[in-house]
Structures are given as C-alpha cells and as structure tokens.
C-alpha cells in the first residue's frame, strides 16, 4: 500500500483531461481536509478503543497511520513490530487493523477462536462483486451451508487421491516447460512458469490445458489474473480506507468496469468451461461443483466464483513462489549442486525420474523447497481475516470489525524461530520432512512454515502445490543449472538478493521481473 500522493493525484489529474473541467470545490475540500489534519499535529493511537494493545505514535486524525506507511509497507510494518511488539494495533483511515508478527498469537487469535476469527473483511470489489455477494471458498462465511460444501469439494478434488490420478499428466507439462525454458540464452521465466502453474489448475479445475502462450486459454486466464491483481491495489482499495475519496471510484470507472469484466467476461468463460467439462465427463472440480448444482446445495453463481477462487489463488500463488525460488537460486551454485547430487543418485539407482511419492529420497530438496518460501513468503500478509465479534486475547481486545493480519514477512523473519533469518540457510529445515499439508495440519510448535494459514481458512490446495514444486524442482534441475543472465559482453550479472524484494503489497508476493539462463547439464 504505498501511499504517496501520485497514487491520488494521478487518477484525478487523469480525469480532469479526460472531461476537460476542474475539480475546484473538491480539490480543495481534500487540501483543505490535509491541511487540518496536519495542523492538528501527531496523537497517539492509544485514545483508539483499543488502547490495551500497542499501537505506533503519531496517528493522524481521521487518516490514523496511513501515511507513515512509507513507500515500504511490509518493512514499515516489521519495524513497528521490532518496537512495539509481535501484536499491534494500526489504524489504517477508517479501518482497524490488528496485525499479529508471531505465529503463537496468530494460533491463538485465528486458530483457537476459528468461529471469531474466520471470516473475510468487507470490500466492495472482491466480496461484493467479484465473488457475488461472499460466494465462493474465499470470501463467503464460514458458517453458511453453501461455503461448508465448496470448500469440502474443493478438498476433495485437491488432495492426494484425486491430484494423484493427473500426476503423469503433470509431469508431462512440467517437462514441457523445462524444454521451453533449457536455452542457455537469457530469459525471463515467467509466461513460461505461468503457463506451468494455469495448466496444472485447469486440469484439476476443468480437465482442460493451455498448449501455448498464444492458447485462447491461456490468454483468457491470464486476463482474469490480471484483472483480478489489478483490483487489489491501492487505486480500487484507498477508499475503503479513506471514504473522503470515494468519489475516486467514480473517476477511476473502477466499479462499473469490474462489474463489467466479472459478467461479461470471468462468469461467461468459467461457465463455459465449467459446462464443457460436465457434458464431457471430466473427472474435476467443474463437475462436482455443477452436481451439487443441480442437486440443489449451492447456486451456479457459488460454483463459479469457487473455480475463480481457486484458479487465481492456486496459480497466482505457485508461478510466485516459483519465480523467487528460481531468481534466488540463480545465485546459490552450491545449493543447486547439492540438489542435483541427490536427484543424480536416484535417477542413477532407480533408472527413472522421480515421482512425489519418492520426496523421501531428497531431504535436501524439500528443505530448499521450504527455505525458498521463508526467504520470500507467498503472501506478504496472508489473506486477512476480520473479527465478527470482540474477541480476548490475553485480557486484551481485539475489536469486532478489526482487519486481521498474519505478518508473514515478519513470522519468516523472527530470530527466535528461524536463527540469522536473513541468511539463506536450507540446513535448517533438513529435520523438517513433512509435507507441507502435514506441517500445516500440525500443533504450532511443530509447524516449519506459516504460508498455508490458520484454522478454518488453511488452504486447500496444499497438496497440489507441494506437487507442484516437486515436479519442477526434480526435473529442472535434473536437466539443467539455473545461472546469472549475460549482459552484452558476455559477463555473468547476478541477482543482488537485498534488492531482489516485492514492488507493491497486494495479495500475493510479486517478485519483480528479472532474466537468468537455465543451462542444460552434461552428466
């Protein structure tokens, strides 16, 4: 959420050309409004009713903290936890914001008061248009019967027995990709991991691939995921912070045009697909998810919003978590060869390339696997939860309608679980081997990761997404070495790791664009 004033200014200077007019009297009731704010000098957050949990100084009246947010949210948010604690209160505008730095907290909070803690925050563009009024697995209640059976089906369909029966379908896209990408020329991995990750959903959602980049498919899906990006930004979301500025979402024609794209576009597509792969008989979510249409437990409106969801979610998720591992391993030669001497032994032994069900022959691989998300976590502050009621913790209150937030930078990054946290260091998982479903599954003090969530809202897609990077870890670097890209004299230009950080805080953490060159070994 970078918070400078182009992000304001931009969309009215826009709109002013656009309508050849001024914007007099509201420009200057915004400037007015600043300027009393900042006269008013700073206050302490401590008046807030919710005074009994730390909160920074200096909040501005009616903006609260906004704009001591800096141009880096996240380390803004971790340096305020380093002073005031694992658990703080911001007010961001309007909205209350508690956001919790220490994985035994956030249990507690979001795991052990799961009917309190479960549900999403209100916003106008994810909950009201784009999953139709809270359907779906991602923003509908937890309580309603309709989110109990799409979430149930989409466990089902995302574990092991039925992701198990694609797996030699999987394998063969993910071969493909590592011919796409096995050059030795420079190349920026990202369609081509996109692709990987949209096929691997489409499988399992619809029974469908995308052959191509150039595939209708594929184009159609990556349109939705950037749409869906897109509106997660501060552009759409400031004034849910700041209603002064609603009239915002009137310039900007943000709500007329996303409700536009969800009808016209995202509901017409994913019904086609979903319908396709029903006549057809495709074994896949779109075909529990249309039975239980028809047999009456949840509306065609929920069956597509839950495909959406977990399309979205479940590439958007790995093509990241993908593409960090791949730039921060770019500049880690040791740690590739000590992968590559555990896949070289059992290809050697066992005269195949492995499958997930060998993960127990690659202790080093799995760790590098999990160190990649510590290093660089999925989500930069999980998908938040709200408070429906008050809820205690410790004798302090967390207050009905506060935006709950998992730091998750700050949780991979705390010196008290993960020692010299800053040093990429897979050794320390090596006595980690649990799956990622099993880890997360498990009692918090046993947990090696916090990327899957907590309680009633922990994902789904576990499973498939340790498949996932399996695949590509075993037979990327099986074939290839992944190495620095070659500026124009033919000289290594390695990844700087400190600079190598998100651009912006949205739902997922979007690694910035970047090229390197993946090898073909000769063994």
């Known amino acids: 959420m970078d918070l400078r004033l182009t992000t304001i200014v931009d969309p009215l200077r826009a ?9 007099g009297p509201i420009a200057g009731a915004v400037a007015v409004l600043w300027i009393i ?33 800096g141009p880096n949210t996240i380390e803004t948010f971790c340096q305020w936890h380093k002073r005031y604690g694992p658990i703080i209160f911001i007010q961001m505008g309007v909205k209350q914001m508690v956001s919790i730095a220490d994985p035994f907290i956030a249990q507690e909070v979001l795991g052990t008061n799961g009917s309190l ?24 209640d937890t309580n309603s019967k309709s989110w109990k059976k799409a979430r149930g089906i989409a466990t089902t369909i995302l574990g092991p027995n039925s992701v198990n029966k694609r797996l030699p379908d ?47 498919i594929f184009k159609k899906c990556d349109h939705l995921i950037e749409y869906n990006t897109e509106f997660t930004g501060l552009k759409y979301m400031i004034s849910q912070y700041l209603p002064v500025l609603s009239f915002l979402d009137h310039l900007i024609g943000g709500k007329k045009a996303y409700a536009k794209h969800i009808e016209k576009e995202r509901d017409a597509w994913i019904r086609e697909w979903m319908l396709d792969a029903h006549n057809d008989g495709k074994d896949c979510m779109a075909t529990a998810l249309l039975e239980s249409v028809h047999a009456g437990d949840i509306d065609e409106a929920t069956a597509i919003v839950t495909l959406n969801d977990l399309l979205f979610a479940g590439t958007d998720t790995t093509t990241m978590t993908i593409g960090w591992a791949f730039g921060i391993l770019s500049v880690k030669p040791d740690v590739q060869r000590k ?16 499958m997930f069900n060998d993960r127990d022959h690659f202790p080093y691989m799995i760790a590098v696997q999990k160190e990649c998300m510590r ?14 009621e008050d809820i205690v913790w410790r004798n302090k209150i967390i207050p009905k309608g506060a935006i709950i937030a998992s730091n998750m930078v700050a949780m991979h990054m705390n010196p008290d679980v993960y020692p010299e946290p800053h040093v990429f260091r897979p050794e320390r998982f090596l006595d980690k081997t649990e799956t990622f479903t099993a880890s997360a599954k498990s009692k918090i003090e046993d947990r090696d990761q916090y990327n899957f969530g907590w309680g009633r809202r922990l994902c789904p897609g576990s499973y498939l997404a340790e498949v996932h990077m399996f695949n590509v870890f075993s037979r990327v670097f099986a074939r290839c070495t992944i190495e620095p890209r070659l500026d124009d004299e033919g000289c290594p230009v390695p990844l700087n790791l400190k600079r190598f950080l998100p651009q912006e805080v949205v739902l997922v953490t979007a690694h910035p664009p970047y090229q390197v060159r993946f090898v073909r070994r000769t063994v």
């Open 15 to 23: 709109w002013v050309i656009k309508k050849k007019t001024t914007l």
């Open 37 to 69: 704010s900042r006269l008013q000098g700073y206050v302490s957050a401590s008046k807030s009713r919710n005074s009994k949990l730390p909160s920074p100084r200096f909040a501005l009246p009616y903006f609260g903290h906004l704009f001591n947010l």
């Open 117 to 140: 803690a479960a549900n999403r925050p209100y916003n106008k563009y994810l909950t009201k248009i784009y999953a139709h009024n809270g359907r779906g697995v991602v923003f509908a």
């Open 170 to 216: 999987m394998c063969k896209e993910t071969e493909e990709m590592v011919n796409a990408l096995a050059t030795g020329n420079n190349i920026d991995p990202y369609d081509h991991v996109l692709r990987l990750s949209l096929n691997y959903m489409m499988l399992n959602c619809f029974g469908i691939r995308a052959a191509s980049t150039d595939d209708p």
């Open 339 to 354: 992968i590559q001497r555990e896949l070289d032994h059992f290809i050697e032994t066992h005269k195949r390339m492995p």
């Open 375 to 388: 290093f660089r976590p999925t989500t930069p502050l999980g998908v938040t939860h709200v408070a429906s």
